[in-house]
T-cell receptor
Framework: QKEVEQNSGPLSVPEGAIASLNCTYSDRGSQSFFWYRQYSGKSPELIMS????GDKEDGRFTAQLNKASQYVSLLIRDSQPSDSATYLC???????????FGTGTSLTVIP | DAGVTQSPTHLIKTRGQQVTLRCSPKSGHDTVSWYQQALGQGPQFIFQYYEEEERQRGNFPDRFSGHQFPNYSSELNVNALLLGDSALYLC????????????FGPGTRLTVT
């Protein structure tokens, strides 16, 4: 069983729409959760972190965490073509300092 | 504010050779983690260095070793290279070991022929 799972996509949304990206994790003791954006050929860029249940908003991005369901999501409002990238979910599994990444979801925003 | 830097950008090695990759953390950070990212996959944790010690290690053979220097910079060494070691090697820095935000460098693309 993979520690962190994401739908690989591709996910396509029209410009201006809301993109919804989902991630599930296996360890109930996980404490910290992160979303990274990775453009093709580039390194991951941190866009959101969330540590407690509920929603956290930063500009057009909203991270949602539900520890009971072991689920974390990222909403991107007013999607722009520049948002087209692979989005990686990362989780610290409370076994120390190791971060586990999902395989990423490819998002394409269609102008 | 200087971000995470890595060198070299690209590297081509022959199977069986050894390689050293270098990383300087973001200004103010003291912890360095190394990851391997194969094409189409998420980054896989290799190990983390804090206070010049290896604090945690992922599921990688001991051909992979590292070091952290007093100025917090770090090296990743890989011995007896295999074709399967071809990947993007990423360094991430953070302030303190544990559940903290990690910031990635641009990576080193290693090709083993």
């Amino acid at each position: 069983q993979k520690e962190v799972e994401q739908n690989s996509g591709p996910l396509s949304v029209p410009e201006g729409a809301i993109a919804s990206l989902n991630c599930t994790y296996s360890d109930r003791g996980s404490q910290s959760f992160f979303w990274y954006r990775q453009y093709s050929g580039k390194s991951p860029e941190l866009i959101m972190s969330i540590y407690s249940n509920g929603d956290k908003e930063d500009g057009r991005f909203t991270a949602q965490l539900n520890k009971a369901s072991q689920y974390v999501s990222l909403l991107i409002r007013d999607s722009q073509p520049s948002d087209s990238a692979t989005y990686l979910c990362a989780v610290n599994l409370d076994t120390g300092n190791q971060f586990y990444f999902g395989t990423g979801t490819s998002l394409t925003v269609i102008p | 504010d200087a971000g995470v830097t890595q060198s070299p950008t690209h590297l081509i090695k022959t199977r069986g050779q050894q390689v050293t990759l270098r990383c300087s953390p973001k200004s103010g950070h003291d912890t360095v983690s190394w990851y391997q990212q194969a094409l189409g996959q998420g980054p896989q944790f290799i190990f983390q260095y804090y206070e010049e010690e290896e604090r945690q290690r992922g599921n990688f053979p001991d051909r992979f070793s590292g070091h952290q220097f007093p100025n917090y910079s770090s090296e990743l060494n890989v011995n007896a290279l295999l074709l399967g070691d071809s990947a993007l090697y990423l360094c991430a820095s953070s302030l303190g070991a544990g559940n903290y935000e990690q910031y990635f460098g641009p990576g080193t693309r290693l090709t083993v022929t």
